[in-house]
């Protein structure tokens, strides 16, 4: 059981039964630690075996996600970007000045959806593909954006030209 008077808040949950023995299941569980800057991130069976990730600044909104192979764990602040790779902490530098609005997991790599205070558009990154970037075309102004929740739609097999497509679910302005 996880120590509920160490931790203040619940930043992601995992669960996956589709890869596992039948009646079993894998949850990983990424938690802000009490009066720390670090996130501890349990696997529900085991928790005695955790990561952590620490940051330095404790404002801005966090936002952490753990990938579908339970690997990587992405987090974020506003002012610092981080990913743990499995095995250790790294800077996460192409972000860069952008603000991280919200995170999709697809095919053991994250979607980033990032934009500056004052932006023109929406940048889409990837964490495997330092040179991915997609945009969307909006005026953002400080307060005026908030992302709910965003889905990649996998690409046509039949259809050369199709890429695929990331919906995403926002509220621009009032």
């Known amino acids: 059981m996880i120590d509920v008077d160490k931790y203040t808040l619940i930043n992601d949950i995992l669960m996956d039964s589709k890869n596992c023995k039948k009646g079993t299941y894998k949850c990983q569980v990424a938690c802000k630690r009490s009066g720390l800057t670090n996130i501890h991130i349990f696997d529900i069976n085991n928790p005695k075996m ?24 992405i987090l974020s602040n506003g ?33 980033l959806v990032t934009s500056k205070n004052y932006d023109r558009d929406i940048d889409i990154l990837n964490s495997a593909d330092q040179n991915f970037n997609a945009s969307i075309d909006r005026s953002i102004e400080p307060g005026l954006l908030k992302v709910y929740d965003s889905v990649l739609v996998a690409p046509d097999e039949s259809n050369a030209d199709d890429k695929g497509q990331m919906m995403i679910l926002s509220k621009l302005g009032d």
């Open 50 to 73: 955790f990561r952590q990730i620490s940051y330095m600044k404790n404002k801005g909104d966090l936002i952490v996600k753990i990938s579908d192979d339970f690997e990587r764990v």
């Open 79 to 111: 002012y610092e970007h981080y990913m743990h790779n499995g095995k250790s902490q790294e800077n996460f530098p192409w972000i860069k000045d952008k603000y991280l609005r919200n995170i999709v997991n697809k095919d053991d790599s994250f979607y």
